[in-house]
């Protein structure tokens, strides 16, 4: 069995033999806590998430100079600066994490009805679905189509930016933002396939074409 986050190193490898000098990734946190009664966004990184998250880093290619950044959410602050610890613990270089509030939850306009929503729906992929499908009031959710362009060119720009040697952009966001631009830009659906802690999508530029790879093979220019 692949270790959490495997799959989304490999698309990184995958991306650096194709010639990309400068890889994106957009990514979910690591393995997190789910409290009752803890409001969602408060819930922290497990220990297992902690190791995961530094191991993920550990095993990046040591060429490249990662940076990091991240919702402002503490667990995927803490996913950021892990991996980085272990990418420099490895002997790579990193620069440093911050917070952007483009891989936070911007596109959750009213969090209360959207939890009750949410519930209402029995369960997030179905939720999802409405929102995908135009079903969740304008003033719960902003349109989906909006929000996943939103979410790729904050990602996409920074591939566009010229470097020295080889990069990495690790983008730490939440499941609900994958499953967003996995459906909206890449044409997945939720129901098709999960997104696992330290799933990832990774952006990179081929033949000036700026292009978007799940790890289940989808491919797609954005």
Not at 18 to 35: Q, T
Request: hydrophobic letters at 45%.
């Amino acid at each position: 069995m692949v270790e959490l986050g495997g799959r989304t190193r490999d698309l990184i490898e995958y991306a650096f033999e194709r010639g990309a000098p400068h890889v994106a990734v957009l990514m979910r946190h690591s393995a997190r806590e789910f409290e009752p009664g803890r409001h969602d966004l408060l819930n922290p990184l497990t220990n297992e998430g902690r190791r995961l998250a530094e191991s993920f880093g550990q095993a990046l290619p040591k060429e490249a100079l990662v940076r990091g950044y991240a919702s402002p959410a503490e667990r995927c602050m803490e996913t950021a600066a892990l991996a980085l610890d272990g990418h420099a613990a490895g002997g790579g270089r990193v620069t440093r994490h911050r917070p952007i509030e483009a891989l936070g939850v911007f596109y959750v306009l009213d969090q209360m009805r959207m939890y009750k929503a949410m519930t209402a729906a029995s369960g997030q992929v179905p939720f999802l679905r409405r929102w995908f499908d135009g079903g969740v009031a304008a003033d719960i959710m902003m349109p989906a189509d909006l929000a996943a362009r939103i979410v790729g060119r904050v990602v996409g720009e920074k591939v566009r930016q010229s470097v020295a040697q080889p990069q990495i952009d690790l983008c730490v966001s939440h499941d609900m933002t994958l499953y967003l631009v996995r459906e909206q830009l890449l044409g997945l659906a939720p129901e098709e396939e999960p997104v696992e802690f330290l799933d990832g999508i990774v952006v990179f530029e081929r033949d000036g074409q700026l292009l978007a790879l799940s790890a289940c093979g989808r491919e797609a220019e954005i």
